[in-house]
């Protein structure tokens, strides 16, 4: 039976998770198990839900209860539906819920870097990138491009975060992840049999279409942050610096899009 909640103030402490607290707090809410975290939009909310996680609660404008958002209550028992008007719900969260739906969700314990690993060909590295739309924008292409799995760095935005999961269209709920725990991640890779491509503008850099790269059976392809890129220690112990050809005087991508060309061109042709 759907437990529909009317919003008649706004101030309600069962609201906090929505209105009152950051992702970084969320994530640290239950403390020490796992924490929070929150699905925004009907298709993200619906993937995470095929993926087992467990909801908190919803928080849904009114039109949606009956109308996109329908299937979700009905699949979800009697998890709480707190419901109000766009407007109030814009003044709560303060910002305009993307086809006006959210969903507190319990996080789970992430498996290590070998058990995700394990089977992969083709990996992709996230290095300190820290914008979270870049990162769900990633997992996006990876998910789509024949990548096995993905790898971050301690100091990488969440893949779980609001807008990183939304931007990935719910694929981080489709694709295995998880952090290295700690800044070793050339010599790990290394240690489980993978090749290492650093993605940067070097001297020594090959063309990304590079046959050798084709032939390599695990290779990790390696993307670093927004501003500097990889670090030099990354480059120096990766097997090959690898760089997409420019034109036009351009000097690079940015590291979303330079994602989808090195994961087209190393994994979907490998």
């Not at 739906?101 to 992430?110: E, F, G, V």
């Not at 739309?133 to 789509?144: D, E, L, P, Q």
């Not at 939304?166 to 981080?172: F, L, Q």
């Amino acid at each position: 039976m759907p437990n529909i909640i009317e919003i008649t103030d706004l101030a309600s402490p069962e609201l906090d998770i929505y209105a009152r607290l950051s992702e970084p707090q969320l994530l640290h809410y239950f403390e020490p198990q796992e924490g929070i975290f929150i699905a925004e939009s009907p298709t993200v909310i619906k993937l995470a839900l095929d993926a087992g996680y467990q909801p908190i609660s919803f928080l849904l404008e009114h039109d949606h209860i009956t109308k996109q958002a329908s299937d979700i209550i009905d699949r979800c028992g009697d998890t709480p539906v707190y419901t109000a008007e766009c407007d109030t719900l814009t003044r709560l969260t303060g910002f305009k819920l993307t086809r006006g739906a959210l969903c507190a969700m319990r996080r789970r314990n992430l498996k290590s870097v070998t058990e995700i690993c394990s089977g992969a060909r083709r990996i992709a590295v996230l290095e300190d990138i820290v914008n979270p739309t870049n990162v769900g924008a990633i997992i996006r292409s990876a998910a789509a491009l024949n990548i096995d799995a993905v790898l971050l760095t301690p100091a990488c935005s969440d893949p779980l975060y609001r807008r990183a999961a939304r931007v990935s269209m719910g694929t981080v709920f489709q694709i295995p992840w998880t952090y290295f725990d700690r800044n070793d991640h050339v010599a790990q890779l290394h240690q489980l049999g993978f090749r290492t491509a650093a993605m940067a503008l070097d001297d020594d850099s090959i063309s990304i279409d590079d046959p050798e790269l084709y032939n390599e059976e695990k290779l990790a392809i390696i993307l670093g942050t927004e501003g500097t890129g990889l670090s030099a220690s990354t480059i120096s112990q990766s097997d090959y610096t690898v760089m997409i050809p420019m034109s036009h005087g351009v000097d690079s991508l940015n590291v979303a899009a330079a994602s989808a060309v090195a994961f087209w061109q190393l994994a979907s042709h490998s």
